[in-house]
């Protein structure tokens, strides 16, 4: 089985609004926020990578399509006396999850190849140096794995969505074990983090990029959304040499959920 193949995931029915629609006319006024703040990244060419410039950018995605961060103050990378990096863990619900992790802290993000080839978002991701994959490509999976375990020996710290693709909770899909074995070859502590996402309060999927649709689809949705915040909790790290039971201990951290007592 090819350990970057991905589950179904959910399908773009179970994103809802549990709350009326903002006006059109607002929800165009987002849009047309958002299109001048993605603008405004490409203006500012490679700069878009110094992290004060991306972490700024990213707050400015959020604030145009009128949601709000919710954050603890523990940071997503780790001081780490051997040099390496921390590999920051999360589920993955939205094209949204990057954005508001990078409004947090900028971390490299790791993503799919395809996001390399979206317009404008594609473009900005190359130029704040995000690493891309081929999930398809089982025959790369141990060369991405040494480049990502170079990454995080570098000093370097990533952010990866175990998940592989994007559910409407953060309780669902499996995590792949695959990047564990990153962190551990490179001596890095894994940080996990949920991302959720909630509606004047309640639980909402709104947010999530879900089956085929398209990004304009998911956008639109977005746009529309009434007081939509992202919330992310970042958990104690953790360290270990099996990457099977690093997966375990790191989804039962992002769900809240226990693992088993073995005898």
């Given at each position: 089985?090819?350990?970057?193949?991905?589950?179904?995931?959910?399908?773009?029915?179970?994103?809802a609004h549990?709350?009326?629609?903002?006006?059109?006319?607002?929800?165009?006024g987002r849009?047309a926020?958002l299109?001048r703040?993605?603008?405004?990244g490409?203006a500012?060419?490679?700069?878009?990578?110094?992290?004060?410039?991306?972490?700024a950018?990213?707050r400015?995605?959020?604030?145009?399509?009128g949601?709000?961060?919710?954050?603890g103050?523990?940071?997503?990378?780790l001081?780490n006396p051997?040099?390496?990096g921390?590999?920051?863990?999360a589920?993955?619900?939205?094209?949204?999850?990057?954005i508001?992790?990078l409004?947090?802290?900028?971390v490299?993000?790791?993503?799919?190849?395809?996001?390399g080839?979206?317009?404008?978002?594609?473009?900005?991701?190359?130029?704040?140096?995000?690493?891309f994959?081929?999930?398809?490509?089982?025959?790369?999976?141990p060369e991405?794995?040494?480049?990502?375990?170079?990454?995080?020996?570098?000093g370097?710290?990533?952010?990866?969505?175990p998940?592989?693709?994007?559910?409407?909770?953060?309780?669902?899909?499996?995590?792949?074990?695959?990047?564990f074995?990153a962190a551990?070859d490179?001596?890095?502590?894994?940080?996990?983090?949920t991302?959720d996402?909630?509606?004047?309060?309640?639980p909402?999927?709104v947010?999530?990029f879900?089956?085929?649709e398209?990004?304009?689809?998911?956008?639109?949705?977005?746009?529309?959304?009434?007081?939509?915040?992202?919330?992310?909790?970042v958990?104690?790290?953790?360290?270990?040499?099996?990457?099977r039971?690093?997966a375990?201990?790191?989804?039962?951290?992002?769900?809240?959920?226990r693992?088993?007592?073995h005898?």
């Amino acid at each position: 089985m090819n350990p970057w193949a991905v589950d179904a995931g959910c399908a773009p029915r179970c994103a809802a609004h549990p709350v009326p629609r903002v006006p059109a006319v607002r929800a165009l006024g987002r849009c047309a926020a958002l299109a001048r703040t993605l603008a405004g990244g490409l203006a500012e060419g490679e700069r878009i990578g110094d992290p004060v410039h991306l972490r700024a950018r990213a707050r400015g995605v959020l604030d145009a399509l009128g949601i709000r961060l919710e954050t603890g103050p523990e940071p997503l990378s780790l001081p780490n006396p051997h040099g390496a990096g921390t590999l920051v863990v999360a589920n993955h619900i939205s094209w949204l999850d990057v954005i508001a992790l990078l409004a947090v802290e900028p971390v490299t993000p790791l993503a799919k190849r395809e996001v390399g080839g979206w317009p404008v978002v594609g473009t900005l991701a190359r130029r704040m140096g995000t690493r891309f994959i081929d999930r398809e490509g089982f025959r790369q999976l141990p060369e991405v794995v040494a480049e990502l375990s170079e990454v995080l020996r570098s000093g370097q710290s990533v952010t990866v969505f175990p998940q592989a693709t994007t559910w409407c909770t953060p309780t669902g899909g499996r995590f792949r074990r695959a990047v564990f074995q990153a962190a551990i070859d490179a001596g890095a502590p894994v940080r996990p983090v949920t991302v959720d996402y909630r509606q004047e309060g309640l639980p909402t999927a709104v947010a999530a990029f879900l089956g085929d649709e398209g990004f304009a689809t998911s956008l639109r949705r977005v746009a529309a959304a009434r007081g939509l915040t992202v919330r992310v909790a970042v958990h104690p790290p953790l360290r270990g040499t099996d990457r099977r039971e690093l997966a375990a201990e790191a989804r039962a951290s992002v769900c809240g959920t226990r693992l088993p007592v073995h005898a």
